[in-house]
């Protein structure tokens, strides 16, 4: 029995698996644009948390890498992943609400046509 037979019969739950990288080419070019949108985004405000973690690693050797340092590193990455979320979201309200006519507005308010 490998280790990770043994971790779910332990009743763990395995890590969520990244999609392969060649995703990319399965996207529709609407699909390419808002990911370059993200990436672009995302790369400018997570700047500030990928240098805290390069000086983080920097200042650490072997025998501290792990442990409380192990811990920030997570929380950097998960304050990364929730910027990504975010940014994600962000643009799509954006777009979604250039989108929206006057007279959309004034239906889902009640007012009928104008």
Do not use: C, W, Y
Not at 39 to 62: F, M, N, P, V, Y
């Amino acid at each position: 029995m490998n280790v990770s037979q043994k971790f779910l019969l332990a009743g763990a739950r395995p890590m969520a698996r990244r999609p392969p990288k060649n995703r990319l080419s399965e996207l529709t070019p609407e699909q390419q644009a808002e990911a370059q949108r993200i990436q672009t985004a995302l790369l400018a405000t997570a700047a500030d948390d990928i240098r805290e973690h390069a000086e983080l690693l920097a200042s650490k050797d072997d025998s501290n890498t792990f442990g409380a340092t192990e811990f920030t590193v997570r929380d950097i990455v998960h304050h990364i992943g929730a910027k990504a979320v975010q940014t994600a979201l962000e643009g799509r309200k954006k777009t979604r609400l250039a989108n929206v006519t006057g007279s959309e507005v004034a239906d889902s308010m009640g007012f009928g046509s104008i």
